[in-house]
């Protein structure tokens, strides 16, 4: 039976719908902690002669991570910065189960933003041993066991919601603001917070503002830094080289990586990054806290260059309460992360006896900004080292 020339049509009509449908949806970005990512976008002005910034992709459902950075390089165009994932991996990840159980795969890539403290907190566990129990002036902060089995790791604000996202765009690129209501941080801090972010997209650099407010009734500690995992874009780690303007690295416990609560000097090891040519990293995994930071010409000048790709990316520090660097990259891998951190490892720890460990304290009303700035630059020439790294 042969339908009527106007069923055809209506059918036809339906099937295209149908298909627009699909279309759109493939179309749509994963949803990452209930929320689209947002993306800061510029079009390249320098015809492919010149470094400049042209993306970056944030997730406001996972603590307003900036999950990915974008340049226009000279003879390799558009170029992702950092060891990422597809959204759409992370969208599977990122689940809030398993290896992501509060949030911690937040910041296993991209660059998660750590708040209200850095690094790990150990202490004493409770006795069903979920909690970790530090003591800051006297009152016990309560936070989640969620590293190795008895640390907290990296801060509070991995699977929060920003809100009130606001993009403008200026003379070459675009501005983000916008505002986490951390309150408590979920039951786990002391008083109350909002954390306020402005993140800017030029040609010449990102430029990363987060100041976080005290809005609760009492004190509060207040630890803050960022977590961006840095590509060496031609994938040779060997030729790779850091610099690091700082004197003094923490000692660790060999069983378990723990601070002893001693800093040592640089000098003579292999953990001296401080020449201007930089230095390679060594073979095997490092995780490095350093201190005692030089300051130029108003800034911490930290930076990852990969003579090979013709690329160099500088992380400058520009508040003043960054009193450490840390330095993770994996054996076999081809990233580092270059944090740049208000307060030590392990903050709350004994080990630090009376030691001033860069946690800021928070008066009700009172704020602090934690201000970094990416930007791109010629690699130095690459010299021997004066040591062999192991």
């Given amino acids: 039976m042969k339908l009527p020339c106007s069923r055809l049509k209506s059918a036809g009509f ?24 947002l993306v800061l976008k510029r079009n390249p002005t320098s015809h492919g002669t010149r470094r400049e910034f ?15 950075v974008t340049a226009n390089l000279p003879g390799k165009g558009e170029t992702e910065l950092f060891r990422s994932p597809s959204l759409d991996e992370a969208a599977q990840k990122m689940n809030g189960q398993g290896d992501d159980a509060f949030g911690n795969l937040n910041h296993s890539f991209g660059g998660a933003f750590l708040i209200p403290f850095t690094s790990r907190a150990g202490g004493e566990l409770s006795a ?10 006297g009152k016990t902060i309560h936070l989640p066991n969620d590293y190795l089995g008895h640390y907290s790791v990296h801060g509070l604000l991995n699977m929060m919601k920003a809100q009130d996202l606001h993009v403008v765009r200026t003379s070459d690129g675009q501005t983000l603001t916008a ?5 408590d941080f979920n039951g786990y801090w002391l008083s109350k917070t909002d954390v306020h972010f402005r993140i800017a997209l030029t040609g010449d650099a990102v430029d990363i503002r987060v100041t976080a407010t005290n809005v609760g009734n009492e004190p509060e500690p207040m630890g803050m830094g960022w977590h961006p995992f840095l590509r060496i874009i031609s994938g040779d780690r060997a030729q790779a080289r ?3 303007p700082a004197d003094l690295y923490t000692v660790v416990d060999t069983i378990d990586g723990r601070p002893i609560g001693e800093w040592r000097p640089v000098e003579g090891t292999p953990k001296d990054y401080r020449s201007p040519q930089g230095a390679t990293m060594p073979d095997a995994s490092t995780s490095v806290n350093f201190s005692k930071l030089t300051w130029t010409d108003g800034s911490i000048d ?3 260059a990969d003579p090979k790709a013709n690329y160099a990316i500088r992380v400058r520090g520009l508040s003043p309460e960054i009193r450490t660097l840390h330095l993770w990259s994996a054996k076999g891998d081809t990233f580092c992360a270059i944090e740049e951190q208000y ?7 004994t080990e630090w006896k009376d030691m001033d460990t860069g946690l800021v304290t928070l008066n009700p009303h009172a704020s602090t900004t934690w201000h970094v700035r990416l930007e791109l630059f010629d690699p130095p020439r690459a010299v021997s080292d004066d040591l062999p790294r192991k």
């Fill in 14 to 37: 339906v099937l295209l719908l149908a298909l627009a449908s699909l279309s759109d949806a493939a179309a749509q970005p994963p949803l990452i902690g209930g929320a689209p990512p």
């Fill in 54 to 68: 042209t993306s970056v992709t944030l997730l406001p459902g996972r603590g307003l991570n900036v999950f990915q």
């Fill in 128 to 137: 069903d041993k979920k909690i970790v129990n530090v003591v800051w002036h």
């Fill in 179 to 183: 505002v986490i209501h951390a309150g």
């Fill in 242 to 244: 850091v610099h690091l």
């Fill in 302 to 304: 930290a930076w990852l």
């Fill in 343 to 349: 307060n030590y490892m392990d903050a709350f720890g």
